[in-house]
Nanobody
Framework: QVQLVESGGGLVQAGGSLRLSCAAS????????MGWFRQAPGKEREFVAAVGWIGTRSYYADSVKGRFTISRDNAKNKVYLQMNSLKPEDTAVYYC??????????????????WGKGTLVTVSS
């Protein structure tokens, strides 16, 4: 059974930083691109960042480019999202996802192979 378990969410002031982690089990981790989506209250789930199978390629939503960094550790079956210069508009539930395909994550959440249950990030002004 595949499980993706997020951690690291919490309350932070604007301008602060958080590091999210996602631990994967039940799948051959290096066979999957990994990434993050987020969903703010009353809004649709949106793409944040994705990283390729060995971690050398990544891409980001324009809204987080230059502030967030995605990385992965295939030895630990983990993917990370370092979030710096956080803004109140970054407040959302952040979801880890896995998909066999690396391209197309920015088209939206449909078709992802696996999802975590999410971790809440709240940025206060």
């Amino acid at each position: 059974q595949v499980q993706l378990v997020e951690s690291g969410g919490g309350l932070v002031q604007a301008g602060g930083s958080l590091r999210l982690s996602c631990a994967a089990s039940g799948l051959t981790f290096s066979n999957y691109a990994m990434g993050w989506f987020r969903q703010a209250p009353g809004k649709e789930r949106e793409f944040v960042a994705a990283v390729g199978w060995i971690g050398t390629r990544s891409y980001y939503a324009d809204s987080v480019k230059g502030r967030f960094t995605i990385s992965r550790d295939n030895a630990k079956n983990k993917v990370y999202l370092q979030m710096n210069s956080l803004k109140p508009e970054d407040t959302a539930v952040y979801y880890c996802a896995a998909d066999a395909e690396y391209v197309g994550w920015d088209r939206g959440p449909s078709g992802m192979d696996y999802w975590g249950k999410g971790t809440l990030v709240t940025v206060s002004s």
